[in-house]
């Protein structure tokens, strides 16, 4: 199967998936024995209000024609009504989602980029100092509690050394950059809003660092694995004992042949940030779908609930579809499962 | 024949040297889940005994001693007070006992359900094993945090609906996982003789197929409870999980954030004990991963 081929296969089953997705939501939310009206209203709400919110809600109608309308207002950008900011939930989500997938790509990268080579080092220096120190740090990376992790750099750094914002996404006196993306970072880059860009960048470091550090130490105990896995592989052996530079063998051959299973995961790692920005865009009132998504799960905000996992459900379809086709690039093989 | 003898020897003698340098080395790996191990049972029985060892067990609930509120950290109160001049240290034995019964029912949940699925996947296959698998990949496809939010947010928030909404969305692991193994193990000629001695379908699933999959589910197990105190803690902090004033690590690391940056120790301390089980969690994991040898996500 060549790429091209590949690629609109994974692009077929990509709609059943969005679906599939769209469809357990809904499941989940309304054959789960809860009842959304009686907890947005709390236990003493009389009877006839939580009749008219279920009303209002669209809750009495049989659960296909729910549906129905459900998928109808969805695909015309309607998500009903928030609760708590009495907006339509599309119209928030849209708004907060930017902050989130800001913060997302920031953590994420800071993963690969010191998690990559820390990985690759200790992976060729098994069992030397470099390897040991960083198998140190990967260990305390995936036992740390993230939320706790964001709480302490913010009392480090910025109650007591002062360098870096409490909370928030930009400084309190300045103008957000003119709304392009929603990425404060690539917007005030793109319009050379130097002011803006610094101070996002200083607001952004300590949230993206306390999202990074489990998925960074996932990285490099998976690369260093798949390294020393691959290091005694008949291939490369037979290429060293043919006197090939031990540069070149790694850079073309091992390196490759690694980093597929962290490829894998990169999606994984992708999901876990957003759903652990729940909990660390709380810590930093980072305005993003995180905290949006937490505050309505505890005011029983029923339809920005639902919004909120469906965003998140398709954020992280459309990331695996990503990494699927640098794998199928990377790996040929699985092009033909 | 005196050669022979010589060699066969100095063989034997070189595999006697071999298997005590294995049994060092693996001992020196092995010291580190050692530790592990004596970390989380101290952890335990601590949690477990809480209402006998506890310094000042009356502090659990919402007692209240106002003169003694934030005391620092002291021989007296070896992680010190919170605003109610409670006992942190005796609320951290108390707490841990929602927290890491959390963490250890959640995996065993998931895994008995996805066990079970993945096991009829993998030995049934055709027609009920691609729907299962399919149901599974679609789990699959939302975080599992989202998922739990969502169950949360239906059912209204408590220490049982944590466990439920997390173990809802921990068994399509368990499943995959599982259907892998199922596939490549029913092939194999036990499997094969079995069959034509007459065993029936659930006697092969259970008592040939099964035995033969344990390793890597025990090491997944073990691993998954450092994550699952991890979520748990997560969603008790955004007061999803048990309500005040009962104690819980991820609850009091959330109320002392009031009081910031002066009074640290409160945020301070629960974490610390987070840390601390989720930690000897993954040093046993490791070790397990090391002794059976196998590779798991």
Known sequence: ?337 | MNKINHTTKSISRHAHLESLFRGIYMIRKNVLALIGIGLFLSLLLMCIFAPWLAPYPEDAGDTIHLSQSFNPPSLLHICGTDQMGRDIFSRIMFGGRNTLLAGLIIPLIGASIGCTLGLIAGYIGRKTGSIIMRITDIFLSIPSLIIALLVIGIFGPSLKNIIIALSINWWPWYARLLHGQVISLREETFVEASKLLGAKSTRIMFSEILPNAIPPIIVKITLDMGYAILSAAALGFLGLGILPPIPEWGLMISQGRLYLPRIWWITTMPGIFIFLAVFSINLIGDGLRDLFDVEVM
Do not use: C
Request: charged share 15%; hydrophobic share 55%.
């Open chain 1, 1 to 337: 199967m060549r790429f091209r081929d590949y690629l609109l296969k994974r692009l077929l089953l990509f709609i059943p998936t969005l679906f599939g997705v769209v469809v357990l939501i809904f499941l989940l939310v309304h054959i789960l024995p809860g009842d959304p009206a009686r907890l947005a209203l709390g236990p003493d709400a009389p009877m006839s209000q939580i009749i008219s919110l279920r009303h209002s809600l669209g809750l009495d109608k049989p659960i296909h024609i729910q549906f129905i309308i459900f998928l109808d207002n969805f695909i015309h950008g309607k998500m009903g009504l928030s609760l708590l900011t009495n907006r339509d939930v599309y119209q928030d989500v849209t708004q907060f989602y930017p902050a989130s997938l800001e913060l997302a790509i920031v953590a994420m990268s800071i993963a690969i980029i010191i998690g990559i080579p820390l990985g690759i080092v200790s992976g060729i220096k098994q069992n030397k100092l470099v390897d040991h120190l960083s198998r140190v740090v990967s260990l305390f990376g995936v036992s740390i509690p993230r939320f706790w992790l964001a709480i302490m750099l913010v009392l480090a750094f910025s109650f007591y050394m002062r360098i870096l914002p409490i909370s928030g996404r930009i400084g309190s006196g300045i103008s957000p950059p003119t709304h392009i993306t929603g990425l404060y970072l690539m917007d005030s880059l793109i319009t050379l809003n130097m002011t803006a860009f610094v101070s996002s960048l200083k607001h952004i470091i300590l949230p993206a660092i306390s999202l990074s550090v489990s998925p960074l130490a996932q990285i490099v105990r998976l690369l260093r694995a798949g390294i020393i896995e691959h290091k005694r592989a008949p291939h490369v052996m037979m290429m060293k004992s043919n006197g090939m530079p031990e540069n070149l063998i790694n850079r073309k051959y091992l390196f490759k042949l690694s980093f597929i299973p962290v490829l894998s995961i990169i999606g994984l790692l992708f999901a876990s940030v957003i759903a652990m920005s729940f909990v660390v865009e709380t810590v930093f009132s980072w305005p993003g779908i995180g905290r949006y998504g937490a505050n309505a799960v505890l005011y029983a905000d029923f339809n920005a609930i639902v919004g909120v996992t469906i965003l998140v459900g398709i954020t992280f379809i459309i990331v695996n579809f990503i990494v699927d086709m640098f794998y199928g690039y990377f790996d040929p093989r699985v092009r033909y499962e």
